[in-house]
């Protein structure tokens, strides 16, 4: 797979997801708005912990409509990391399955280099996002003032789209409310 580079500090790639997942053809529905029909782009940033799966699943329950595009995006050190990469492809096409299962949304998938806060930003702006979906770290208020909080620097930062924070999934609860 190709490294393409947009400049210096923007490097990233497009996750190639499962063929066995149809392209799904817009619905024709009479009675509703031409943005339905057409649907919405919604950005969900995704990690491998189980805050992101929550915020993951919210979307699919209670944002996603039938003609809706989901565009997961992962930050990580380095693209040109192969175990990393393949770590993250299994999990986009994970989600991707699920997506469509649960949903019927068409998803894609891309995994982009740098700081994780950015490129949540730099793709809401190039995307223009109904919203932007992400989890909370799950950390305490004195460790995220100390160290920073991605969706924190995300709500303050991202312009191009609402930014949507799920609280993370306490220990033994269950719902997705």
């Given at each position: 797979?190709?490294?393409?580079?947009?400049?210096?500090?923007?490097?990233?790639?497009?996750?190639?997801?499962?063929?066995?997942?149809?392209?799904?053809?817009?619905?024709?529905?009479?009675?509703?708005?031409?943005?339905?029909?057409?649907?919405?782009?919604?950005?969900?940033?995704?990690?491998?912990?189980?805050?992101?799966?929550?915020?993951?699943?919210?979307a699919?329950?209670?944002?996603?409509?039938?003609a809706?595009?989901?565009?997961?995006?992962?930050?990580?050190?380095?693209?040109?990391?192969?175990?990393?990469?393949?770590t993250?492809?299994?999990?986009?096409?994970?989600?991707?399955?699920?997506?469509?299962?649960?949903?019927m949304?068409?998803?894609?998938?891309?995994i982009v280099?740098?700081?994780?806060?950015k490129?949540?930003?730099?793709?809401?702006?190039?995307?223009?996002?109904?919203?932007?979906?992400?989890?909370?770290?799950?950390?305490?208020?004195?460790?995220?003032?100390l160290?920073?909080?991605?969706?924190?620097?995300?709500?303050?930062?991202?312009?191009?789209?609402?930014?949507?924070?799920?609280p993370?999934?306490?220990?033994?609860?269950?719902?997705?409310?």
């Open positions: 797979m190709e490294i393409l580079q947009e400049d210096e500090e923007y490097n990233w790639r497009e996750v190639k997801l499962p063929s066995l997942i149809p392209v799904i053809p817009e619905p024709g529905l009479e009675r509703e708005t031409g943005e339905r029909r057409r649907g919405r782009d919604i950005l969900i940033a995704i990690d491998h912990g189980p805050n992101s799966k929550h915020a993951f699943d919210w699919l329950i209670h944002l996603c409509r039938l809706d595009t989901l565009h997961l995006v992962h930050a990580v050190s380095s693209v040109q990391n192969t175990v990393v990469y393949e993250s492809q299994q999990l986009m096409e994970k989600l991707a399955v699920e997506a469509l299962q649960v949903a949304v068409r998803t894609v998938a891309r280099q740098g700081d994780a806060g490129v949540i930003c730099n793709e809401a702006e190039r995307l223009k996002p109904a919203a932007v979906v992400m989890s909370t770290r799950g950390r305490s208020l004195v460790q995220s003032v160290q920073g909080s991605v969706s924190e620097y995300c709500f303050h930062h991202c312009k191009a789209a609402p930014v949507v924070i799920v993370g999934k306490e220990d033994g609860d269950e719902s997705l409310i």
